[in-house]
């Protein structure tokens, strides 16, 4: 049942760093879509379209076809920084048996590369990140070893570039997954003489409305820093887990869905609108938000301006005039606003 | 977001049903507004799936791509969509009014009334969501480089006639729905979201179903239940049972739905290529045609609730009388399709990929001096758009209880009235600041004197008070008037004069060059549009 | 290995800016000036010796406070050169101070204005003028706070000159856009962008300098403003530890307030804590803790040593000011000093402080006691024209909790392709200064 935490997850941690119901679980690896429709509030639209995978596949298969010619090509012409461009590129076999197999190979093909001092290819390397306290395996679409020793990150999206922009917010979350690869190449370049890893990586996309590869480099540093910061301060699993109440578990088999929910609200969660496009359990907790009033469930930037007012009810019962201290300036300012609405027509009710 | 929409979104949560954000409506709704859904393809940039488009709600067109990695029925799907769309243009392009336009002369730099023609009115494209937009400006790209045979007969791929100036236009509409306030391209869930407060978060209000749900819940039903069950109610089939407003699809549809469909298509038009008879091809081609209709049944399906939705949005919308200056704005947006048509007719390249940097700069202080004038056009045409600006500082509403004349200390001394006006709001002044007031529809400015006693202020009164020694009658409140100033300016300044792109500056570049004339984009067999 | 000379380190520098703009080659010399580097002092100087050498020259300032401002620092220096103030034609369009210098001639006309040797206004105001107002282009302009100035803003000017000085401070708050400018990112012209980035992108051969030593900021502040700030673009206090003093005649009452006075006299730098709470904008304990802290700066008779002056010089309410975010806080924070019978005390939000310079600031920090960051609160410049006011202390009065805050931050930024990353970060260096301001933490239970 558990799935190891991959790049997308611990990107998508810093959605929301601050909730530990969602650190405990993705850091457990408990499926939380099957979690959700387990306890009765099924996500939305966590599927993928079959035209949407197979479209992304296609292309990543078009952009490393022929050995990667073109892809070494967009990636020298972008960062090749004069070095020559790469003819014959080694792309090593990178196959072994489980995930950490995989990844004592990729840091001996990286080792081997970096001390030839040739252009390198690697196809789906597999990489390891201590992520509060337990491993993480993480995939990059592939890694590129430059004959000076550099070793660049290449994220192959399917989204496209059109007349050299893109989805923004496409861009950010590639970048954000981008990071945490560049973080855990790092542990491998430390040991590596003559490596460094580097900070921009390269986002192939389609150009315009064609299936022709074209690249853009992104700088990273400032999701580096982010994601650098977050993981080390990632409440260890365990810690989270030994301020739970004995017994608790989130097996979905052999267990009622009443006994799931209640294992899931023992965990504090920090429920906001954002969740619901990179959360499966996002559903519940705005259920367990609206149930509770929290004025956050209307978005984070509803309590801006409401202070120490924390649910619906204090609010509006204060701007009525029924409670709160008129000389708090939460309060006399939702009873000005109450007054002036009134004023222009709408009656506070 | 202030805190008076705050409140109104907390009530929503409370009563259960929107509450009003606005006394009247804030932009112009015409009355035949083209209303326009498409469907896209996942995964695949402006690879179009299916639309519904129409001016008759009773009637709606529908499009259909049965395979959208075919690029003839993608061309045919566009041909299609221009029949629909460019007629509907066409019909307000020659329904003219004689109107005067300010132009700067090139040799003296003055300001000079030229006479023009104006568009009497001006279509208007509706569609569900910003996602609609975004995917209109998306066509509006994809279309109109593309060359057609007449064109360019040696054109690997020509494009069916009519699609390259359909492009245009939607880039035009989708470049003019950049501009604050305008309305020739508008989504129905930005259009909702100006003029109600649901109980939800904005990010869910760009749910059009529950977004409706809120404002125009079922009979004995919470806006909440009613949005739930938009959101993720699904019927025995697994199917949503309020599929999304598009363009993007529901992976359940594509997966179980849309995606075995579009295998028997493909099937039955293999089984038709390689039909050995005519008898055969005649059954084949009886197949094929009930394989598309299966997927124009399933995408009709998929489509028809928004398309409802979407007209119901416009019946609640029009519900609300139209602002004042909503008017004036819409005459803006008439002068945006003259002048497309205008550009069009005198055979001007399509538009650039991307502008140089003087159209960038004037494009920025347009759209800036549109926000500056919607923020005081809305406020200025509803008072409870106007209570927002009081309780954030920026305008006070008060009873004038003393009016004292004066003068200015000059040899033909001008009317310099000081006005006391009791107010409770707080707005941010300083000595010296300017205050404006409308006074028969032009404003009237002020200045602030100083803090009295008890909440009430000061102000001087500095024009619009006619030329003599003593002030035009009325054009002075008068002790017991109420009335509301803001700190903001009614109107907007004139914009600085840009250099022409030709004379781009060394700073930014120098002029464009000539060579710059857009080639249409390269096509390999592959391409998607 | 010598120590280094800030004077001469400065001079150097300032050698090197005039050479090339008096004899370069280049159309443009660019000139990155950190808070407090004499880059006024730069600007006027510029400004003389290009005047001097028979080269007239036109003056771009974003605001009018600053066109008048160098009006009358050039007419300190030079009072006998004839200098035009070209302004608006609004009401008050100018300091009347202005109307005292025999040399300046006023008008709204440029063409009034032709001939004088040095004709100064905004770009806002410039941006109406057209060449042949004039007779022709400028051979030669001074571009102020560049950095503050838009793309556009450039554009609608720079056909009025042949070549320029562009003078300004990186790290001070961004030019900012009221409409939606996503479409044009990336553009090295980008309308929305600082005029310098995309004076720079186009020109990337210009000349650049930078003002190595500020010489308001104090050694206990500089390499702390310059490691989070400016931290590819370092520079120097122009006084050594030592050489500021800092001291009050009346002894601390133990209070909090007075223990945070005793913490910034001593180090340069106090964090009075609130405890975590979540409030309103305008909290009422922390606007009560600025006002007191103000209160007891000037009760117990503060005064300052410094290089400019041998004897101690009594700290007014003159040279205090109060920095905040909003402009309600600096409302309720005028409220409650008004309330203690405080006057004269400088209290504005980042905006209007920019280019300020006081003894003694205390700062009310923005995100104190907020539930959220926004990018507003996160903005690098903010805090960073906060943190750089002071000649002698800063106080920052906060909640605690900012750092559970910002750790908590969702980092959910989009990023547009070819658009260059910012640095340093808000985030980033909202951390560096609250882990700087830890060191000299008050607690206070009021």
Not at chain 1, 178 to 201: F, I, M, P
Not at chain 1, 292 to 304: I, K, N, S
Not at chain 3, 382 to 408: E, M, N, P, Q
């Amino acid at each position: 049942m558990a799935r190891p935490l991959d790049a997308r997850a611990l990107a998508a941690l810093a959605a929301n760093p601050g909730c530990r119901r969602r650190a405990l679980l993705d850091g457990a690896g408990v499926d939380k879509g099957a979690l959700a429709e387990a306890i009765g509030s099924p996500s939305a639209a966590f599927g993928q379209s079959q035209f949407a995978f197979m479209r992304g596949n296609a292309f990543e298969a078009k952009v490393k076809g022929d050995g990667g010619t073109e892809l070494l090509r967009l990636l020298h012409e972008r960062m090749g920084a004069g070095s020559e461009p790469p003819g014959d590129a080694t792309a090593p076999d990178l196959a072994a048996a489980g995930p950490e197999g995989r990844a004592a190979r990729t840091a001996l093909a990286l080792r081997e590369a970096t001390a030839a001092g040739s252009w390198a290819l690697l196809d789906h390397p597999m990489l390891a990140l201590e992520v509060a306290g337990s491993p993480a395996y993480l995939e990059p679409d592939a890694v590129v070893v430059h004959p000076d020793g550099r070793w660049t990150v290449v994220e192959i999206k399917s989204f496209p570039m059109i007349d050299a922009a893109a989805d923004p917010s496409k861009v950010g979350a590639a970048a954000r997954q981008s990071a945490v690869y560049v973080l855990a190449l790092e542990r491998v370049a430390s040991l590596t003489d003559g490596a460094s890893v580097d900070h921009s990586v390269l986002l192939v996309c389609p150009k315009d409305f064609s299936n022709l590869p074209t690249a853009s480099v992104i700088d990273v540093r400032k999701q580096l820093s982010v994601t650098r910061r977050q993981l080390t301060r990632l409440a260890r699993i365990e810690d989270i887990a030994d301020g739970l109440p004995p017994g608790i578990t989130f097996d979905l088999d052999g267990q009622s869905g009443e006994s799931l929910a209640s294992a899931v609200e023992a965990v504090p969660a920090v429920y906001a609108p954002e969740c619901l496009a990179a959360c499966e359990l996002a559903f519940h907790c705005r259920g367990r938000a609206r149930e509770e009033g929290a004025v956050t469930a209307l978005g984070r930037a509803m309590r801006g301006e409401l202070g120490g007012l924390t649910t619906i009810g204090e609010v509006l019962a204060a701007a009525r005039g029924e409670s709160g201290d008129p000389a708090d300036p939460t309060v006399a300012a939702v009873r000005r606003a109450a007054a002036l609405r009134a004023e222009a027509g709408v009656p506070c009710r | 977001m202030s805190l008076i929409s705050t409140l109104a979104r907390l009530e929503a949560v409370e009563s259960g049903r929107a509450q009003p954000l606005t006394t009247v409506r804030h932009r112009h709704l015409s009355e035949r507004p083209l209303v326009f859904v498409p469907l896209t393809t996942a995964g695949e940039a402006g690879a179009p799936l299916g639309a519904l488009v129409g001016s008759d709600r009773a009637a709606p067109t529908l499009l259909v791509v049965p395979q959208p990695r075919d690029r003839d029925l993608r061309f045919t799907f566009l041909a299609d969509l221009a029949e629909a769309v460019l007629p509907y243009l066409d019909a307000y392009a020659d329904d003219v009014e004689p109107a005067e336009r300010s132009e700067t002369d090139p040799e003296t730099g003055k300001k000079t009334k030229v006479e023009a023609e104006l568009c009497a009115d001006a279509p208007q494209l509706i569609v569900p969501g910003r996602a609609g937009i975004d995917f209109v400006r998306l066509l509006g790209r994809s279309m109109r480089f593309r060359r057609t045979a007449e064109q360019d007969p040696d054109a690997p791929y020509p494009a069916p006639p009519r699609v390259p100036l359909l492009g245009r236009w939607f880039t035009h509409y989708a470049e003019r729905a950049r501009t604050p306030g305008a309305a020739l391209l508008l989504a129905a869930t930005d259009l909702l979201n100006r003029h109600w407060a649901s109980g939800q978060s904005s990010l869910e209000d760009q749910h059009l179903g529950a977004l409706l749900a809120w404002i125009d819940p079922p009979e004995g039903e919470s806006g909440a239940e009613a949005a739930l069950r938009a959101e993720l109610a699904r019927g025995a089939d697994g199917q949503l049972l309020c599929p999304p407003a598009g363009p993007a699809t529901d992976p359940a549809f594509d997966n179980r739905l849309l995606a075995p469909a579009v295998e028997r298509y493909d099937r039955a038009r293999q089984a038709l290529q390689t039909a050995e008879d005519g008898l055969a091809a005649d059954e084949r081609l009886v197949q094929l045609t009930i394989a598309e209709r299966e997927i124009r049944r399933l995408l009709a399906a998929q489509l028809m609730p928004t398309w409802t939705a979407v007209w119901r949005a416009l019946d609640l919308l029009r519900e609300l009388p139209e602002g004042e200056r909503a008017a004036a704005r819409w005459t803006s947006d008439r002068w945006s399709f003259t002048g497309h048509r205008d550009r069009i007719a005198a055979g001007e390249p399509p538009q650039p990929r991307r502008d140089d940097a003087v159209t960038a700069a004037t494009k920025l202080l347009r759209r800036e001096r549109a926000q500056a004038e919607l923020e005081a056009g809305e406020a200025l045409d509803d008072p409870l758009v106007m209570a927002g600006r009081r309780l954030a500082g920026e305008a006070f509403a008060g009873e004038v209880v003393e009016v004292t004349p004066a003068w200015t200390e000059s040899k033909r001394p001008s009317p310099r009235p000081l006005v006391t006006l009791r107010t409770d709001d707080a707005p941010h002044l300083a000595e010296g600041t300017k205050v404006y007031r409308t006074l028969d529809g032009k404003p009237q400015k002020a200045e602030f004197v100083t803090y009295e006693p008890e909440g009430a202020l000061v102000l001087r009164i500095l024009d619009k008070m006619g030329r003599a020694k003593d002030p035009a009658p009325g054009s002075v409140p008068d002790k017991g008037d109420r009335i509301c100033w803001t700190l903001f300016e009614h109107e907007q300044r004139g914009a600085p004069k840009l250099p022409d792109p030709e004379a781009t500056p060394w700073t930014h570049g120098g002029p464009p060059g000539s060579g710059t004339a857009e080639q249409p984009d390269p096509l390999t067999p592959e391409d998607l549009l | 290995m010598t120590a280094f000379d800030p004077g001469a380190a400065a001079a150097g520098a300032t050698d090197a800016i005039l050479a090339d703009t008096l004899h370069g080659v280049s159309r443009g010399v660019v000139v990155d000036s950190p808070p407090g580097a004499g880059k006024s002092t730069l600007v006027v100087r510029a400004a003389l010796e290009l005047a001097a050498a028979g080269r007239p020259l036109m003056v771009v300032a974003q605001t009018n406070s600053q066109v008048d401002d160098l009006v009358v620092r050039l007419a300190e220096k030079a009072p006998d050169l004839p200098v035009g103030r070209l302004h608006s034609n609004d009401s008050d369009p100018y300091d009347k101070a202005l109307d005292d210098l025999d040399n300046v001639r006023k008008s709204s006309k440029a063409g009034d204005l032709a001939g004088l040797d040095v004709v100064i206004s905004t770009a806002a105001k410039w941006a109406h003028v057209k060449s042949t107002d004039t007779g022709g282009p400028w051979r030669h302009a001074i571009v102020d706070e560049a950095y503050q100035m838009r793309s556009d803003a450039l554009l609608a000017v720079a056909g009025l000159f042949e070549r320029a000085l562009f003078v300004g401070d990186p790290g001070q708050l961004d030019p900012f856009a009221i409409a939606d400018a996503e479409q044009w990112a990336g553009l090295s012209y980008d309308p929305s962008a600082s005029a310098v980035s995309t004076l720079l992108a186009h020109n990337p051969e210009l000349p650049q300098h930078r003002l190595p030593v500020s010489w308001r900021l104090p050694a206990s502040a500089a390499p702390l403003v310059s490691d989070a700030f400016y931290p590819f673009t370092p520079f120097r206090s122009g006084t050594d530890h030592g050489d500021r003093r800092l001291a009050f005649g009346v002894a601390s009452d133990g209070s909090a307030p007075d223990r945070a006075l005793d913490e910034a006299a001593e180090s340069g730098w106090a964090l009075l804590e609130l405890p975590a709470r979540h409030t309103p904008r305008t909290d009422p304990e922390a606007v009560r803790a600025v006002a007191r802290v103000v209160r007891r700066l000037l009760d117990r008779g503060g005064a300052a040593t410094s290089e400019r002056s041998p004897e101690p010089v009594p700290l007014t309410a003159a040279r205090i000011a109060v920095g905040t975010a909003h402009r309600d806080q600096a409302a309720a924070v005028r409220a409650a000093l008004a309330e203690l019978g405080v006057t004269g005390v400088a209290v504005d939000t980042a905006n209007r402080l920019q280019g300020r310079e006081f003894d003694v600031t205390v700062v009310l920090h923005p995100l104190s006691g907020r539930p959220d960051a926004t990018a507003f609160h996160l903005e690098t410049g903010r805090l960073c024209v906060l943190a750089s006011r002071h000649r002698h202390a800063c106080i920052v009065v906060c909640r605690a909790g900012v750092t559970d805050l910002l750790d908590d931050h969702p980092s959910t930024e989009p990023v547009q392709l070819g658009v260059t990353v910012k640095f340093p970060d808000g985030w980033e260096a909202n951390h560096a200064v609250l882990s700087h301001l830890a060191e000299h933490r008050v607690v206070w239970q009021p």
